[in-house]
C-alpha cells in the first residue's frame, strides 16, 4: 500500500472512530441511554427530561470538553517530541503541568478556589508562565536549544512539584481541590470551563498548523532548513507558543492527563510516516478518541460511581505504547 493510501485510510478510520466514540460518550454513563433517544434529544424530539438532562446537560458538554483536550494535548505532545528530537517527550516536559499545579496551589491556598471555574485561569496563566519561562532558560525565543529546552523544563518542573508538594504536606485537608484537579477529569467541566479557554485553544492550533511545513524542513537539520528558506528561530519560537495555547488551556480546563501527548503522536507517525502535517492532523482525531473512550471506561468500571479519567489513560496508553514500540522500531525523531 502506498504512504497517501495509508495515510487516508488512516485519515478515514480517524473520524470514523471520532464519530463512534463521541455517540457512545453521549450514550453511556451511570444512566444507559440508547442511541435513538440520543438522537431525539439533540434533535429535539420527545424525550424523558431525565434523559434529556443527562445528554443534554451534562454529556454534550463533557463530550465536547473531551474532544477539544485531547486534541490539544495530542498536537502540544507531538509539537514537543518534534522540536525537541525527543521521542519520549510530553507536554509536562516544559513544565507546563508543573507551573500549572502550582498555580492552583497558590489560588486553593491563597484565594481558597475549590471549583473548576475559579482556579482554571490560575492553571492556564502557571503553565503560560511556566513554559515561557523554560523558553527563555533553553536560549530564548530566537535560539531555542532543544537539549537545554528538555533539561530546563525538567529542572523547573522538578522545583515547582516540590514546592507543590510541600504546600500540600503543611494543609492536606485545604488541598482536596487540588488533589482531584491533579488525577485529571471530565466530570463537572462544562461549557463555563471551556468556552473562555476557546480562543486561546484555537491559536494555538493555528500556530501548529503553521509550523508543520517548517519543522519538516528542520528535520532535516539546521543548516538544511535555512538553506530551504525556513525561519528556524521563529519556527521553534511558534511551536512553543502553540504547546503553551495548547496543553495549557487543555490543562486547565481537565487537569493534566498523562500519556496522551506522549503516546498519540508515535500513533500518528506509524500510520502517516515522518510528515508533521499528517501527524498533526491525525493527531486531532486519534487523541479526542483514546481520551473519551477512556472516559467512557472511567464511568463504567465502578459504576455508579467514577475513576478520574487521566488514571484510566495511563492503563490504556501504557499497553498501547509497548505494543507499538515492540512492533515496529520507534521511529527517529
Known sequence: MSARSRRLLALGGGIAALAAVVVLSLAIGSRPVPPDVVLAALTGGDVA???LHAIVELRVPRTVVGVVTGAA?????ALIQSIT???LADPGILGVTAGSSFSVALAVALLGASA???????AFGGALVATVAVALIGGGAARIDPVKLTLAGVAFSAVLTGIVGGLRLSAPRTFNALQVWEAGTLLERGWDVLVPLLPFLAVGLAFALLVGGPLNALALGEDVARSLGAKVGLTRAGAVLAIALLAGGATAVAGPISFLGLMVPHLARALAGPDQRWITGLTLLYAPVILLASDIIARVVL????VPVGIVTAFVGAPVLIALVRRRRVIAL
Open 116 to 122: 473548576p471555574t475559579q482556579y482554571a485561569w490560575f
Open 49 to 51: 427530561p431525565a434523559d
Open 303 to 306: 459504576w455508579p460511581g467514577e
Open 73 to 77: 494535548l495530542g498536537v502540544a505532545g
Open 85 to 87: 528530537r525527543n521521542p
